[in-house]
């Protein structure tokens, strides 16, 4: 069956430090990626896109990875705030699917 | 840009009663979705329209859900007879629809069904 799968427990991390949250899918194959961001009581917005021929993208202190081979994505934070703390939802959608399909989202908390 | 625009933001209703749920895409959107978001299930797709055609409802849960799109502004949400089982947070989106184009989603309805 087909699955995405994000960590379920909530990260923790001290401010500055680099945050990495993973991605990994089972029966996919994505032409694109996509990560989200989602506020408490907010619908989620975008951040990041990230093709199947492109191995990384870069937006300010953002870092996406995608290796198809391991059927994983990994999202970077760098330089941590605690404005960054949300739940990141990574988004797929399969081939010939027009529909994005989500991961359950890691929840991210940043301590001052 | 005033964004994806949903309504109500919260809805309280009894087990047994209709509920419609409304949304109005950005402009010059033409893909719709509408998600619901539960602890157990995390974000599912419903159903989404593509130039106001159901394109894929494969999501919706069964006959008591039914959604429409009369036109590029507008969609519904209808459930009837609602159930505790409902309860949720229900969320439209709008895109253009390109390879990888973003969703914009709204704030959501949350629904409460006792």
């Known amino acids: 069956s087909q699955k995405i799968e994000q960590n379920s427990e909530a990260l923790n991390i001290q401010e500055g430090k680099t945050a990495t949250l993973t991605c990994n899918y089972t029966?996919?194959?994505?032409?694109?990626l996509q990560w989200y961001r989602q506020d408490p009581g907010r619908g989620p917005v975008f951040l990041l896109l990230?093709?199947?021929?492109?191995k990384e993208k870069r937006k300010e202190r953002l870092k996406v990875t995608f290796d198809t081979t391991l059927k994983q994505s990994l999202f970077h934070i760098t330089a941590s705030q605690p404005a960054d703390s949300a739940t990141y939802l990574c988004?797929?959608?399969?081939?010939?699917?027009?529909?994005?399909?989500f991961g359950s989202g890691t929840r991210l908390q940043v301590q001052p | 840009d005033a964004g994806v625009i949903q309504s109500p933001r919260h809805e309280v209703t009894e087990m047994g009663q209709e509920v419609t749920l409304r949304c109005k895409p950005i402009?010059?959107?033409?893909?719709l979705f509408w998600y619901r978001q539960t602890m157990m299930r995390g974000l599912e797709l419903l159903i989404y329209?593509?130039?106001?055609?159901?394109?894929?409802d494969s999501g919706m849960p069964e006959d008591r859900f039914s959604a429409k799109m009369p036109n590029a502004s507008f969609s519904t949400l209808k459930i009837q007879p609602s159930e505790p089982r409902d309860s949720a947070v229900y969320f439209c989106?709008?895109?253009?629809?390109?390879?990888?184009?973003?969703?914009?989603f709204g704030n959501g309805t949350r629904l409460t069904v006792t």
């Open positions: 989106a709008s895109r253009v629809d390109r390879g990888g184009s973003p969703l914009h």
């Open positions: 029966n996919y194959s994505p032409a694109y």
């Open positions: 990230i093709r199947e021929n492109e």
């Open positions: 988004a797929l959608a399969d081939t010939g699917r027009r529909a994005l399909t």
């Open positions: 402009s010059g959107h033409n893909s």
């Open positions: 329209f593509n130039n106001n055609v159901p394109i894929d």
